[in-house]
């Protein structure tokens, strides 16, 4: 009972299918909207939220029931993603792979006791106890993120001549969780721009942010009919999930769903590994959309900043 209230801060309602009652359930976080409007029309009493929310679109002009201006602002700045296989529920929203295990709530209570008073460390009385040793270079400390699957390695392609074409990704966030933005472009295999595109996600996390941008790329890339694609994201986390089955009661099971199902499309796509370092023009266009508020923006023209230096680079200079 007394670890009650610490677990409890740990879940979060996550939407899957959407069934969730539209008006009678707190979906959104910020309450049930009943409880925000003056009545709820008799029509729209067994409404759902995936009966308002329509591939990626709110129709708010399906309702009978006058939703104030504010509300329907804030839900269309909302990103949701919604996939039939998913049921809404309330996942562990403690760690980033977004999985409960009892390990992600005792992990720093496993560290405080290898801690020491001293210099050293009690547990290896090898090394000084300094907060980067205890937190990622003890053998102990290594041995518990392995059993939590990170590791360092690193998968990394180049994609060069040909016919495929190559999607950079990458986030922007202002606080983890911070308002966020998204931003990737499409080039040909020679390095020349193909397409751009960039979105705001509003407050949010850092994964989710990496996933969105992810799966806005791929869809830019299935509609530009792009049938050869080397997806690079710097964020191994995603890539991780992304190669991995996914666990239904996963916090972004949906996002990871709807990801996977693009990929099983008739194309041919590799989720690669990238470093900070090379995804500078994925990284300009996520901070622009960070500090927007659009949610999803496709542009066929490089911004001016960004021309001249992907020309430089097409051309080997």
């Known amino acids: 009972m007394k670890a009650l209230s610490t677990v409890k801060e740990g879940f979060q309602f996550r939407l ?18 009943a409880n925000q409007v003056l009545f709820v029309d008799i029509h729209d009493l067994e409404m759902r939220v995936r009966d308002v929310y329509v591939d990626g679109n709110w129709h708010f002009n399906s309702l009978y029931t006058n939703l104030p201006l504010e509300i329907k602002e804030k839900l269309s700045s909302t990103t949701i993603s919604l996939n039939p296989s998913v049921n809404d529920c309330y996942t562990w929203n403690g760690n980033l792979n977004g999985t409960y295990i009892s390990l992600s ?15 050293y460390r009690r547990r290896c009385n090898i090394q000084a106890e300094t907060t ?9 400390v290594q041995a518990i993120w392995k059993s939590l699957d990170f590791d360092s390695d690193v998968c990394e ?40 595109f960039f979105g705001n996600l509003g407050v949010t996390n850092i994964l989710h942010a990496e ?14 009919n792009v049938k050869d694609l080397w997806c690079y994201s710097d964020s191994k986390m995603a890539i991780k999930l992304i190669t991995k089955p996914v666990d239904e009661l996963h916090h972004y ?64 200079t």
């Open 105 to 119: 709530l005792s992990t720093l209570s496993v560290l405080s006791l290898s801690l020491g008073y001293g210099t």
């Open 16 to 33: 899957g299918n959407g069934n969730s009652s539209f008006w009678f359930s707190n979906w959104s976080g910020s309450g049930m909207l």
């Open 157 to 196: 392609m180049e994609c060069s001549g040909g016919t495929g074409m190559i999607l950079n990704v990458d986030v922007s966030s202002i606080g983890n969780p911070g308002v966020s933005g998204f931003g990737g472009l499409i080039r040909n295999a020679d390095g020349a721009w193909v397409h751009g």
């Open 132 to 140: 980067l040793h205890c937190l990622r270079d003890c053998d102990f």
């Open 253 to 316: 099971a949906a996002i990871l769903n709807n990801i996977k199902e693009l990929l099983n499309r008739d194309w041919r796509v590799l989720i690669l590994h990238t470093f900070r370092e090379g995804n500078a023009y994925a990284d300009y266009l996520a901070k622009h959309g960070a500090n927007n508020t659009y949610v999803f923006v496709s542009i066929a023209i490089p911004p001016v900043l960004l021309n001249f230096s992907l020309l430089a680079d097409a051309s080997g």
């Open 211 to 224: 996933l969105m941008a992810i799966y806005k790329g791929l869809l830019l890339a299935w509609d530009l």
